[in-house]
């Protein structure tokens, strides 16, 4: 009939029932017809059997059938008949009879379960619909027959059989489809019938026991699964709850006179012997007609009242923090927290829409839950964690109060041993804590509704705490409670972690800052829901709180002092005012309760007016007046002086009179019972009172205080017994850190739930993390590092260092260098490379170890990842990176920088890449020195032996080791960091730097260790590196980069690595910045002095380098230097070559391509190249013909002179062009002295080319415009100097040093001509051209009478008269030279005469053959005389 689907086994069969049902449709009258019957047959058939039904035959007219025997035929008869569809057919036909049998006390356990059996198979193959005719009245007929189900018990087994139908009748009931149209009586009844069979299972088989619990389970599914359709379908018109929750104590204890006895007696009883808990008191109730409605709400408010009821057996019992055994059965509260639990889950957030419902797990359920939760079994505890969990899922926004009440008073309290748990306790709080965590909201709704709140404990930071705390393994080894911790603390940072992944970081918080008073339990938020709104309003109100708790610290030590800070925050006001400091006494923890205390009671009126407005900020609303003193004085020390407590009183009793004003008649009477109740608790608690007051005292005591009357005794006992049972502690704890929950406590946070500020959820942004993250990170940090210390398992490492990761990425994103360093700190101890031990293989035992490699991945992880946000952190990193490199570890290249490879590969020092075959590693013997800059080298020294003895194979062990390494260093891609450092942001580029100083130590005079040097080599390279590859930011390192090669440089006296790359590594800076940093071209072409500098064997042993550097250097940049200081220093470099046999060469190249052409001469630096190139020109190290050069350099650099003069006259304005001759002037004066020196020249044909070059640059300066005053300085410093100087060493030398003088002294007489006849007509004009022209002839005079080698020269002796005489002719005729009859005496013409006579006395009269005798014979006396 049923089509079988094609699954396995079990899954068939749990499709046959569908199956089924579709292919028996209700509409086929026939089919259900004949089941119904086979039914009757199958009771009537068991009926039979039973001796007494069987016989039930009489003789005579009256032979009848038993009436249930009847109706089963009489039913038999009729369904074939029936010619209406079988829908419209009433139930009630064709379940009466079989409802008789149920309900019949004549029917033995099988004819019931047979007849249940039945029952139970018309229901589930849903017979009855909602379109089946009179459909309620036959589901409310089912289940008051099974409900009131009678019958003789033969024997137990039967009794369970029975049972067992009986409830799996009323599941198959809440199951069917028409279960809807159940009243909420009869689905309470229901409930109430399984829960009676799960009692009395207790006495019967496993198998019953199970199936009732089961049962049990599964009607609560299927109620509460019906909430959130009835929260949609009714909130409208659901409007029982409102009328209902007036009773008693505003809803928080409903008062009824129905009790949870009467809940379970609405059915006939199976067993009178049936004990339920419950007291009879705090029930729910509802009106008839609700309860008569389909059900809803109503029934699950009766239901889960009940459940809660089942847990109030612990009132009875003694669970407390003090119990160290279980006191009671634990098998009743774990069912009924199970049976909460599903409720929970399955009514979900649709709780909240209806109060009543809301009303139980705020106040009974949770209670309760705070009472069990001190509960020694592990069992209670577990679940009660459980359904605290599914309660912050989805109710949290309703149990804020409550929520902090249950991790202060529970969590918090079982988690640390201190407190008396057992381990098993701890285990299962710590389990639920770490539930708790791995929820990403949790920890942040903690904060912001907890932390934040001034009224509140700070949760999130003791639990922050615990958890830390308790993964650290102190003096004992690693346990599942240590890892249980940490994953609580790594589930925290990773959900901090995936928020910042989630949304970026907003700009940083600004600082919380009160810049004026206002009422700090005042303060409010518009909407809670935004949080451009709640955020600023959450961290305004911790930034109080905390203020608040430094405030209490100073008044704890001095009271007024403690105010007088307040008032300086402006948490208080500048003139104190009663209610400000009675707020800040209410509201804040942590004060010392005596001092409290005695500030209240004192009789000042300003502590008078405070006391009463600190009565004021309670809420003594419907509280008893024990408890309403329990609240008050718990917040302060009672003071011993009768005045003050009688002050302190009066304050109390007027503020509960004014709220609670029942049953007292006036505040008076207040007062006098507040006082009997302290007599009394101090009476009965006392252990130096010996008789104590009885309760007849009490109330005699009491008589007539009432404005005369009398209390109510009742009234009057229950004070006496609730203080002889639980004393007023006059003298409250004061650290109070986690305090136990009491009534009084209990009932004070229902009162403030009514107050607090609504809960906050969180969204997926880390708009408050960087405030939580900044108060965990250190024991977070510190947590993590023990356990990965003493962890000796990879996936508790693997932990670990997902924590170690999340913690970095949180403190870069929140821009938290100090924690980036401290991590780093931490995690770089874990490398072993900081180890000082001497390890016997260290490359090896590296290998070997996987929490040194992973923590060594995982630093450069951070620092190539978060670099940006590390400051001192760079120094561990780089002592890491050195030890690698002393062990050979590194690649090569970690130190390139952003040069091509070609570049790369010429610099000195540089090796190859780290290579991955252990066949290509040469293996010398390990007695060498260590110098290997690759991995191979050193695993290959590693693994030899000294050269006599046989060399060992590495093992297979050891080959895997040195695999590992590799594979280590390669992930760890140290060179990045150095390679990617230009996208470091400034701040910690800098640290950086520093730190490549710093570990490169300072250079001492004299031999360092080689290890030493090899290290300052090392460091110096990346710091060359990072420099060259921030070239846009070089303003940022170029001070410390300079200062620390300054001190290389300044400090070696000897050729070494270490200065050499110090020298080469500065000169490659400026190489390649020079082009972009043309406003530090004067810096780092200052810098190169430093090589001046150098110690002359240092400076000797790498000369040609370095001017090949510095020639590299001019051609690629001299169109960058424009300074003066710059050629300076370039020149100066250039100069020194001029003298060293192997530089010079390259040096002159260097020059020659700075002056060929006067392309790159500027006047920068016109005056240091002519100052070079005269250096070269009188060097003597190569060949003559390079002076000679050198010489027509300079000679050549005239034209630049003529071509910048042409350039000012015509492009500059008047004034510029003046100063701008000027300068070529002197830059011309500083050629020809130039010159002028190597006219002194020992070589002849660089002499006498100096002078021709000199000669040159005297009369090829036209279009210069020399001014007069500068020829004449000229004559004086050039032309006359190189005369006399030639003149004396033609005299004073030996013809080997200068050979062949005479033609240089004929060279430089002609010069003197050549020059003074081109600039007579300037020099004419000057006042002291007789001096200039006395000077010449002197010079003349000088030339002829000279002798070299002892003799007068020929050609000197024909020079000379005839230069004379040219000359005389010129100034002739040009009128310079006449004869004037002045006033006085002609001097010019006169002195003239006389030394032109003393040369040659004929020339007067070949020059002047007109002059008169008396003239002529004037001018010949002075010769004769002279002769």
């Not at 406003?1079 to 240092?1098: E, I, P, T, W």
């Not at 001097?1387 to 040659?1400: D, Q």
């Amino acid at each position: 009939m049923g089509r079988l689907k094609l699954q396995p086994g079990i899954k068939a069969i749990e499709e046959e029932p569908e199956e089924y049902e579709s292919t028996v449709p209700y509409r086929d009258k026939a089919a259900l017809g004949c089941m119904i019957n086979s039914e009757i047959g199958a009771v009537l058939a068991v009926m039979r059997r039973n001796v007494r039904w069987g016989g039930r035959y009489m003789s005579g007219d009256d032979q009848l059938e038993h009436t249930l025997i009847q109706s089963l035929k009489a039913l038999r008869r009729q369904i074939f008949s029936w010619q209406h569809p079988w829908h419209t057919v009433n139930p009630a036909v064709y379940l009466q009879p079989f409802l008789d049998v149920i309900r019949s006390d004549e029917t033995g356990a099988p004819i019931t379960g047979v007849a249940l059996s039945s029952l139970h198979k018309i229901l589930t193959l849903d017979v009855l619909d909602l379109n089946t005719a009179n459909v309620e009245d036959a589901m409310h007929l089912v289940v008051d027959a099974v409900t009131s189900c009678r019958f003789e018990v033969t024997d137990p087994a039967s009794e369970e059989v029975v049972l067992m139908k009986i409830l799996q009748v009323l599941l198959a009931c809440m199951k069917s489809k028409a279960s809807v149209m159940l009243s909420n009586q009869h689905v309470c009844t229901i409930v109430n019938t399984c829960f009676r069979v799960v009692h009395q299972s207790g006495t019967k088989s496993e198998l019953l026991q199970r199936m009732a619990r089961y049962t049990m389970h599964e009607l609560v599914k299927c109620i509460f699964s019906h909430l959130p359709d009835v929260a949609r379908q009714e909130v409208t018109d659901y409007s029982f709850g409102g009328k209902h929750l007036e009773n008693g104590n505003g809803g928080s204890e409903l008062d009824s006179s129905s009790s949870s006895a009467n809940f379970v007696s609405n059915a006939v009883p199976m067993d009178e012997n049936i004990v339920v808990p419950g007291n009879g008191k705090d029930t729910v109730s509802y009106d008839l007609n609700l309860m008569t409605e389909p059900y809803g709400v109503p029934c699950m408010v009766e239901i889960f009242h009940f459940l809660c009821s089942l847990l109030n057996v612990v009132e009875h019992m003694a669970i407390g923090p003090r119990a160290n055994t279980i006191a009671f059965d634990e098998d009743v509260p774990l069912f009924a927290l199970g049976l909460i639990n599903s409720a929970i889950e399955l009514g979900g957030t649709a709780i909240r829409r209806h109060p009543r419902l809301l009303s139980l797990v705020q106040d009974e359920l949770f209670r309760n839950l705070m009472q069990f939760g001190l509960s020694t079994s592990p069992l209670i505890l577990s679940m009660i964690c459980s359904i605290v969990l599914n309660l912050y899922h989805h109710l949290r926004t309703e149990l804020k109060l409550q929520l902090e009440a249950f991790f202060s008073c529970v969590i918090l309290r079982l988690s640390q041993s201190r407190y008396g748990a057992s381990y098993q306790q701890q285990e299962v709080a710590m389990e639920a804590l770490v539930d708790f965590c791995r929820l990403k909201s949790f920890m942040v709704e903690m904060y912001a509704n907890l932390d934040c709140d001034i009224t509140c404990s700070n949760i999130f930071e003791e639990l922050a705490s615990l958890l830390s705390k308790s993964a650290f393994p102190v003096n004992c080894p690693l346990s599942a409670m240590h890892i249980l911790a940490l994953d609580g603390l790594i589930a925290v940072i990773q959900g901090m972690a995936e928020r910042i992944s989630n949304a970026p970081v907003s700009s940083e918080l600004a600082p919380v800052n009160l810049e004026e008073y206002t009422p700090f339990w005042m303060v409010k938020c518009d909407n809670y829901s935004d949080p451009d709104q709640w955020v600023p309003f959450v961290r305004r109100r911790k930034y109080i709180k905390k203020r608040l708790m430094i405030g209490a610290d100073h008044f704890n030590r001095d009271p007024k002092k403690g105010l007088e800070f307040l008032q300086g925050t402006h948490l208080l006001p500048d003139k104190l005012d009663p209610q400000s400091v009675a707020c800040f006494f209410r509201y804040t923890a942590g004060l010392d309760k005596n001092l409290v205390g005695d500030f209240l009671g004192n009789h000042d009126e300003f502590c008078v007016q405070v006391l009463h407005e600190f009565a004021g900020t309670f809420d003594f609303q419907d509280m008893n007046l024990d408890t309403a003193l329990r609240l008050f004085l718990e917040t302060f020390r009672l003071p011993g002086e009768s005045q003050k407590i009688q002050r302190v009183l009066e304050a109390f009793s007027e503020r509960y009179y004014e709220q609670s004003p029942q049953i007292l008649a006036n505040k008076d009477a207040a007062l006098l019972l507040s006082y009997s109740i302290i007599m009394l608790n101090t009476d009965q608690h006392n252990v130096q009172v010996k008789k104590k007051m009885t309760e007849e005292d009490f109330i005699r005591n009491n008589r007539h205080i009432n404005g005369g009357n009398d209390l109510p005794r009742e009234f009057l006992s229950e004070l006496y017994d609730s203080i002889c049972k639980n004393e007023i502690r006059t003298i409250p704890d004061q650290s109070a850190a986690f305090p136990e929950m009491n009534p009084s406590r209990w009932i004070d946070l229902m009162h403030k739930c009514k107050k607090t500020a609504p809960f906050i959820l969180s969204d997926s942004r880390s708009h408050l993390d960087r405030d939580m993250f900044a108060v965990m990170s250190g024991p977070t940090i510190a947590a993590i590092s023990v356990v990965f210390d003493h962890a000796e398992l990879e996936d508790v490492f693997t932990t670990c260092i997902d924590g170690f990761l999340a913690v970095a990425k949180i403190s870069a994103c929140h821009h938290l260098e100090d924690v980036l360093d401290d991590l780093v700190v931490s995690l770089c101890k874990f490398t072993t490379l900081l180890n000082s031990s001497s390890v016997e293989e260290p490359v090896l035992a590296f290998g070997d170890d996987a929490k040194a490699r992973m923590a060594t991945i995982t630093v450069f992880t951070i620092a190539n990842r978060y670099g940006d946000f590390i400051r001192a952190g760079w120094r561990n990193i780089l002592d890491c990176i050195l030890k690698l490199h002393k062990l050979g570890l590194l690649p090569a290249r970690v130190a390139s920088d952003a040069a091509d490879d070609s570049e790369l590969s010429s610099e000195p020092g540089q090796g190859k890449p780290l290579t991955n075959s252990l066949s290509s590693a040469h293996m010398p013997p390990v007695g060498t020195p260590r110098r290997s800059s690759g991995l191979m080298g050193r695993f290959s020294q590693l693994l030899s032996l000294d050269t006599e003895e046989p060399r060992l194979q590495p093992t297979e062990q050891q080959l895997a080791a040195h695999q590992r390494t590799l594979q280590t260093i390669q992930k760890c891609h140290i060179d990045s960091i150095f390679t990617e450092s230009k996208f470091l942001q400034a701040d910690s580029l800098l640290h950086l730097a520093r730190a490549l100083i710093w570990a490169a130590g300072r250079p001492q005079k004299g031999n360092s260790s080689p290890e030493d040097e090899d290290t300052a080599v090392f460091c110096l390279e990346l710091l060359i590196a990072i420099t060259l590859n921030n070239r846009d930011r070089i303003v940022i390192l170029w001070q410390g980069v300079y200062e620390h090669i300054a001190n290389i440089v300044q400090t070696t006296v000897m050729p070494c690595a270490l200065v050499e790359k110090a020298v080469f590594g500065l000169l490659r800076i400026c190489q390649r910045l020079l082009p972009y940093k043309e406003n530090l071209a004067d810096d780092l072409l200052r810098s190169l002095q430093l090589v001046l500098k150098l110690d002359a064997r240092v400076a000797d042993a790498y000369c040609e380098q370095i001017t090949q550097e510095v020639s590299r250097l001019v051609k690629a940049n001299a169109s960058h230097i424009r300074s003066q200081l710059g050629w300076r220093t370039i020149t100066s470099l250039l100069s020194i070559t001029a003298r060293h046999p192997e530089a010079s060469e390259v040096g002159f190249d260097a020059l020659l391509f700075i002056m060929s052409d006067g392309i790159n001469l500027m006047p920068a630096n016109f005056t240091t190249c002519v100052d070079a190139a005269r250096q070269f020109a009188e060097s003597r190290v190569a060949h003559a013909d390079r002076s000679v050069r050198a010489l027509d350099l300079m000679s050549g650099s005239i034209s630049c002179l003529t071509q910048w003069a042409l350039e000012a006259r015509e492009e500059m304005g008047e004034l510029e062009a003046a100063k701008m001759c000027q300068d070529i002037g002197d830059m011309w004066l500083r050629l020809v002295q130039g010159l002028r020196k190597v006219c002194l020249d020992q070589r002849e044909d660089v002499r006498n080319h100096a002078l021709l070059s000199l000669q040159m640059c005297l009369t090829g300066v036209d279009q210069v415009n020399i001014q007069p005053s500068l020829w004449l300085q000229c004559f004086e410093m050039v032309i006359f100097t190189v005369l006399d100087d030639l003149l004396e060493i033609s005299q004073g030398h030996s013809q080997k040093d200068f050979r062949n003088m005479e033609g240089t002294l004929v060279l430089a007489l002609k010069l003197l001509s050549k020059v003074f006849l081109q600039l007579l007509p300037e020099l004419s004009q000057v006042t002291t051209f007789c001096k200039l022209w006395l000077g010449v002839l002197s010079r003349m005079e000088k030339y002829l009478k000279v002798k070299v080698r002892g003799k007068k020269n020929e050609k000197l002796q024909e020079l000379v008269p005839e230069l004379l005489k040219n000359t005389l002719i010129v100034m002739k005729n040009s009128g310079v030279l006449v004869q004037r009859n002045a006033l006085g005496g002609d001097s010019l013409w006169e002195l003239t005469w006389l030394h032109v006579n003393n040369i040659a006395p004929s020339l007067q009269l070949e020059v002047f053959p007109d002059q008169d005798s008396t003239v002529s014979g004037d001018n010949e006396s002075g010769p004769q005389e002279t002769g």
